[in-house]
């Protein structure tokens, strides 16, 4: 339980929220739910009961001063048992209805991914790494668009009030595995992108005919995000 792969995720996760609820399948969400994620432990571990842990960064330097540690959970007490044969660390969990920004509903992941794609492209760790990059180095840029259009399929960084006038930006151009013909132009925050965990990723743009309303998502094997759009 919680073993070298779910304490990387972890760290991940926690420019997110530095709260999180373990479980085998993980739900929560930042603070003004800009990204709600699903992830799947199960893939990469067993918890036995479900926990909450109210600073993670904390939790996880505790774990650093042990080696290879052993853990365990007890439910009677709600405490982490860490060892490495030398030294033992108790650490003391939170009851899940206690944190803030992980109450979210699965449905709205489950249901989402369900829908028809309008459009479906490869996000690659190299992409993902050059965006952030950009970020660093025009510290203005503060939206993130993916455009589609007879043109092509495009992700651009730019300042969102300038937009249209001249000034600086970057583009990457996007070779969609599916796409309708629907012309769309969604934004993000930039900050958020620089949050999720730099590994591949099929972007999915979900769209309710209904309620005229689209739904950019973030998933692979282990994580799926949804990334709040800009209105």
């Not at 709600?36 to 926990?51: A, C, G, M, S």
């Not at 993670?56 to 439910?75: C, H, I, K, S």
């Not at 259009?149 to 001249?166: P, Q, V, Y």
């Amino acid at each position: 339980m919680l073993n070298k792969d779910t304490r990387a995720v972890l760290k991940q996760l926690s420019s997110i929220n530095n709260s999180v609820v373990i479980a085998n399948t993980m739900h929560g969400s930042d603070e003004f739910k800009g990204i709600t994620y699903r992830v799947e432990l199960n893939k990469i571990d067993k918890i036995p009961v479900e926990f909450g842990i109210y600073d993670t960064a904390n939790f996880l330097g505790a774990m650093e001063l042990l080696e290879d540690p052993t853990v365990t959970y007890n439910q009677d007490t709600n405490t982490i048992t860490a060892g490495d044969g030398v030294t033992t660390l108790d650490f003391i969990t939170s009851n899940v209805s206690s944190l803030e920004g992980v109450d979210v509903n699965p449905e709205i992941i489950t249901s989402s991914l369900l829908a028809p794609s309008e459009c479906e492209f490869t996000l690659s760790t190299d992409i993902l790494t050059q965006i952030k990059k950009a970020t660093a180095v025009f510290k203005s840029f503060d939206t993130l668009w993916i455009l589609n259009d007879a043109k092509g399929t495009k992700i651009k960084l730019g300042t969102e009030n300038s937009f249209s006038k001249s000034s600086n930006t970057y583009q990457v151009n996007i070779t969609p595995d599916t796409k309708s013909d629907k012309e769309f132009n969604l934004a993000i925050p930039v900050e958020n992108i620089l949050k999720v965990p730099s590994v591949d990723y099929n972007v999915l743009i979900k769209y309710n005919t209904e309620r005229d309303v689209y739904r950019l998502m973030l998933q692979n094997e282990l994580f799926v995000f949804i990334m709040a759009l800009k209105s």
